[in-house]
């Protein structure tokens, strides 16, 4: 073993920090245990996590270098959590279409990167000086999802409750592809290049979590098809709750049933939409959408979605209409659909550049709402979306069409890419 064990009372711990080194970290088990670093082998070292169980010194993770070049499996150094941050094993991650954006230079991210977003997983370990709060809502062995949308806390939003505008999240994340001091927490083993994280990077055996996005997953919930939870189903929980504010009796249309339109339909259905109409250009696609929740599907390649959308709810239009694919021309036919009045919401991450268009005067005249939605709130939602699925109310086993392996990542990236996935896709990691 390279490095020594020292076990200390946790009040010990906290009134002795200068004890630690930077790289240093906490694995609170029964007996806490403070692993002082081994200055020959600071990653060359087996260190013990909760219930004994022994973390390996490195671990693999998909990295995208460039657009359009397939996903490579490499070796990193064991990544180390910080305070308020908790090292996961990750169990599952879904196929999103906005790590596709990335992988295929639509959206421009800071690279080389560990992609995926949507997570499952099993606390490993616990950044130092983490909040004993943290440690006692999340312990050693919790089973977990992570939202993609890490809200730091303590911003001008997060400290209102709108994690899902964090500024820091999109001001480190997004921008840089880092963490909230600024570095990622991802080095190559070898040459210990840096590699960023698209969120916490989930397409890896382990990743860096902050506390504030991640839930417990009741034990009831499967890791593999739960993890979908963290961006498929919460961006539509958030375009439903906080966006739409879908009220029962409303009439809904979603306007591309991927795997985020797919959980608008059944979050609508939850919240007691009585219309729910699906459009898509596959019927494969709106032949599942009826077991969401669809009460009326429309494939747009062979009839005028407006058109039709009007026809369906006796010539007004619908309270809320629900974009999915982030496509000039589904923005306007989503515009294009409510009633007066209505609320169109959009949530499809589209090329960087594109551009919605809408009659002025109708958006003026007929108070047409318009409103950007991305993901929920983590702290109050994810909790909800728990009680969603464990209660049946949410189908997670239906909303799951396809499980890959790890090794398989960069073909599940493909098969998106192709539109050969119907509904969302997940591949399993450990
Ligand atoms: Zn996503
Ligand atoms: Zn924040």
């Not at 219309?275 to 009826?290: G, P, R, S, T, Y």
């Not at 890419?417 to 990691?429: C, H, L, P």
């Amino acid at each position: 073993m390279g490095s020594a064990i020292i076990r200390r009372s946790i009040t010990r711990y906290l009134n002795h920090p200068s004890l630690l080194s930077s790289s240093s970290s906490w694995c609170l088990s029964q007996q806490q245990h403070a692993r002082v670093s081994n200055p020959l082998s600071s990653f060359l070292h087996t260190k013990t996590s909760g219930g004994g169980a022994a973390l390996p010194s490195y671990m693999r993770g998909a990295v995208y270098w460039e657009p359009n070049k397939p996903l490579t499996i490499e070796e990193f150094n064991m990544p180390r959590p910080k305070a308020g941050e908790l090292l996961i094993k990750t169990k599952a991650c879904g196929v999103c279409h906005s790590d596709l954006h990335v992988l295929k230079g639509e959206i421009p991210f800071s690279s080389p990167c560990v992609v995926g977003h949507e997570i499952t997983g099993e606390v490993v370990e616990h950044g130092p000086l983490s909040d004993p709060k943290i440690i006692e809502r999340l312990p050693l062995g919790s089973r977990v999802v992570g939202s993609f949308i890490m809200p730091c806390g303590n911003c001008s939003y997060c400290s209102k409750g709108h994690d899902d505008l964090c500024e820091d999240f999109f001001a480190y994340n997004r921008a840089k592809g880092t963490l909230y001091d600024g570095e990622t927490r991802l080095f190559l083993r070898g040459s210990g290049k840096p590699v960023f994280m698209y969120s916490m990077g989930g397409l890896a055996e382990y990743c860096v979590v902050p506390a504030n996005a991640l839930c417990v997953l009741p034990k009831a919930l499967p890791y593999s098809e739960s993890a979908i939870l963290g961006c498929a189903v919460f961006t539509a929980y958030g375009a439903m709750a906080h966006a739409a504010e879908v009220r029962p009796g409303d009439s809904v249309a979603v306007i591309g049933t991927g795997g985020v339109g797919s959980s608008c339909l059944q979050i609508a259905r939850a919240f007691g939409a009585s219309d729910i109409i699906a459009v898509d250009v596959q019927d494969e696609k709106l032949q599942k959408a009826k077991t969401f929740g669809a009460t009326h599907t429309i494939n747009s390649t062979k009839e005028d979605p407006i058109q039709k959308i009007i026809e369906i709810t006796g010539g007004k239009g619908v309270d809320v209409a629900v974009e999915a694919l982030g496509k000039p021309q589904t923005f306007a036919q989503c515009t294009q659909s409510v009633k007066d009045g209505g609320k169109a919401v959009m949530i499809g991450l589209a090329q960087a550049g594109s551009v919605g268009e809408m009659d002025i005067n109708r958006l003026v005249r007929r108070k047409i709402q318009i409103i950007g939605s991305y993901g929920g709130r983590a702290r109050q939602d994810l909790p909800k979306l728990m009680r969603l699925a464990e209660s049946g109310i949410f189908n997670l086993e239906h909303a799951v069409s396809r499980r890959y392996t790890f090794e398989e990542a960069a073909k599940a990236f493909q098969d998106l890419n192709q539109g050969n996935i119907v509904g969302r896709a997940v591949i399993d990691i450990n």
